[in-house]
């Protein structure tokens, strides 16, 4: 069993480490849990990424984001979150999945409120008490499921990394917001077959604007092919089967990255006593504040949008550790 503490902090993204930074400038007692890397989301984006935003907005803890571009890379990103974590001698415990948040029913003085269950990668259970826990897991170690058979193939992912494997295959894409045009387009640059399946009948707005024209332009001229109105129905091992206006059709394919996008783990939440919309996924919680329903759990970065992932950015996100700190230091929760 670990020692009491004033909050611990789930998640060491960016939200959940400015948390840590603005709970020690304040003298409150924390402990980051993450069950992955640090910035475990950034990590496991596509290795030529580059962030839609400048540097400065990426920035926590005052510490600077230097970089020699407009726009910073995902290298870049993981190495000044590394900077910080050192500087700011972050107390962050790697490897512990959370799975279970119990609140004490009545709370005195020096009695724990809240006990966090987690699970270390060597599968030990272990015990940690606090008086208040922020929940900063984000959305994206939860994609979008289409349910449908062969999704679990091992040619199939929900995630994209890197085209040069994928070299004179024939790729599918389903999706069509950022992350899948990006995808097709380092893929098809590298030499892959690339088709894009999406269900609505045009390319999503919220591709970067110097995307756009990119993508655009190399469906208008059949380098990259494109079905819209389009709907996975089944995937088999060599070919994806799509149907459009009634019919169906049998599309090759090597390989099928399904970005159709992520959504906040609702689950914990609503184990921890949360309320979740049903529909929207978001958690009920106080906007200026940031504490949940329930009295001493909080919410810090995009998990508070649910669905509306395209609303919670790092940019925003950053600023709710401030928030939440100075409303426990205020509350008597400490």
Known sequence: MEPLVDVIIVGAGPAGLATAIAAAKAGVDYQVVEKGVLVNSIFHFPRSMVFFTTPELLEIGGIPFTTPYEKPTRAEALRYYRRVADA????????????????????GPGVPQFRIETQGSDGNIWERFCRSVVLATGYYDQPNLLDIPGENLPHVSHYYTEAHGFYRKQVVVVGGKNSAAEAALDLYRAGAEVTMVHRRGQLGESIKYWIRPD?????????IKARFHTRVIKIKQETLVVEAGGKCDELPADAVF?????????????????????????PQHDPERLETNVPGLYLAGAITAGKETNRIFIENGRLHGETIIQHICTSGIR
Do not use: M, W
């Open 88 to 107: 700011c001698l972050l107390k962050i415990a790697f490897g512990e999945k959370v799975r279970k948040i119990t609140r004490a029913s009545e709370a």
């Open 215 to 223: 993508i655009v332009n190399r469906i208008r001229e059949g380098s």
């Open 258 to 282: 399904l970005l159709t996008g992520y959504h906040p783990d609702s689950e914990l939440l609503r184990q921890a006593g949360v309320l979740v919309d049903e529909e929207t996924c978001v």
